[in-house]
């Protein structure tokens, strides 16, 4: 099983739906987990840390499930410019030096069309 | 200005070249990190570094070596490149003090070997 896995899309989504990622990691001694954004051929950007009780930053909804190991992104009333690549993220959780890396999810396509 | 940058930007070289990627930072973080992004791979870690005198092969690190020159300044080297190296090339930065322990990145380096 990868370690960081989601549904690599694309999603082609109009202006004004709600649309939902979601994603799966198989370390269960993960201790963070966030959402980055990638546009084209650009750098990663964080998007959103996401936390056990769930969070909300606007017109987008993180939620994590640490039983299933699941987490997931809910963006309500896209926006053209919210087409992008959307990175789930997770700290591998090892011990020592290691726990700071992070493992990246290749990512899910969004296109928001007018 | 930029809080992480990345020199070059954009790099064309020939097989069995030497070629230095340099990253600087001014967010004042101790730890830095070298990925490499490919279509359909997602980002991978290369090598990462705690401080100064730190340095830790990641994931992929065969082909590559990098100098911490400062706490502001990391550089990934290719001793002698080959074409399986082009590719997107990103540094990133993170705070040992500042949970939970997100990461910054860079513009991007895209190097083509050819």
């Known amino acids: 099983r990868k370690e960081v896995e989601q549904d690599p899309g694309p999603f082609n989504v109009p202006e004004g739906a709600t649309v939902a990622f979601n994603c799966t990691y198989s370390n269960s001694a993960s201790q963070s987990f966030f959402w980055y954004r990638q546009d084209c051929r650009k750098e990663p950007k964080l998007l959103m840390s996401?936390?056990?009780s769930g969070n909300e930053d606007g017109r987008f909804t993180a939620q994590l499930n640490r039983a299933s190991q699941y987490i997931s992104l809910l963006i309500r009333d896209s926006k053209l410019s919210d087409s992008a690549t959307y990175l789930c993220v997770v700290n591998s959780g090892h011990s020592g030096a290691g726990s700071y890396q992070l493992t990246f999810g290749k990512g899910t396509k969004l296109s928001v069309i007018p | 200005d930029a809080d992480v940058t990345q020199t070059p930007r954009n790099r064309i070289t020939k097989t069995g070249k030497r070629i230095m990627l340099e990253c600087s930072q001014t967010k004042g973080h101790d730890r830095m990190y070298w990925y490499r992004q490919d279509p359909g791979l997602g980002l991978r870690l290369i090598y990462y570094s705690f401080d100064v005198k730190d340095i830790n092969k990641g994931e992929i690190s065969d082909g590559y070596s990098v100098s911490r020159q400062a706490q502001a300044k990391f550089s990934l080297s290719l001793e002698s490149a080959i074409p399986n190296q082009t590719a997107l090339y990103f540094c990133a930065t993170s705070d040992r003090d500042r949970g939970p322990y997100e990461q910054f990145f860079g513009p991007g380096t895209r190097l083509t070997v050819l």
């Open positions: 996401v936390y056990s």
